[in-house]
């Protein structure tokens, strides 16, 4: 199933995203994500993440199955952010596994010492 964005409206701290789920025969049957704005602050989750994090929820969602509303909960955030960090993590590591070694410039000239005899 394709999941397409149609629009959000506000419920005091909460913000409900629309989507439009596409089957293979083109029927389109109409999904609701509600996310907290006062947690994605607190998990540092900008306001223009949740659209496309919302319809990563509805994809994980066995097909044909589950609520037409769902809530992207605190645990739901929580996962994101442990795997932000992780990856940060692992980038941090490849830069400096990365690190160019130290290249001695062709002009300078090999100081060669000789043999005493």
Not at 53 to 58: D, F, M
Not at 79 to 98: E, F
């Amino acid at each position: 199933m394709e999941y397409q964005f149609t629009g959000f409206t506000h419920n005091g701290e909460f913000r409900e995203f629309a989507f439009n789920g596409v089957d293979d025969d083109r029927n389109k049957t109409a999904y609701k994500v509600v996310a907290d704005l006062g947690l994605s602050r607190k998990y540092n989750i900008a306001v223009q993440e949740l659209p496309l994090l919302c319809r990563r929820l509805l994809e994980q969602m066995p097909e044909g199955a589950g609520p037409q509303t769902l809530t992207f909960t605190e645990a739901d955030m929580k996962v994101l952010v442990t795997l932000r960090m992780a990856t940060q993590r692992q980038n941090i590591h490849k830069k400096i596994q990365r690190r160019p070694k130290p290249v001695t410039s062709p002009w300078q000239q090999r100081v060669e010492t000789v043999p005493q005899t």
